[in-house]
């Protein structure tokens, strides 16, 4: 419990006012989210196209793997 409470002072000190304290963890940690999620997203798309891609190709040239 005393290092929630350790936390909760230096919160304090950063920003008095609750709301500012609450964005300021907030949109960092959202911030975060979102690009892991397009980071994610970008590489599912990338799999699957080079995937597909190499499906072509091989099948192109007749290599059965």
Known sequence: MSVVNQFRRRLKWLAP??????YLILIPVGIFFVLLGVAVYLYIQYTQYTDILYNILLDSTGIRL
């Open 17 to 22: 006012d609750m709301r500012v304290k609450r």
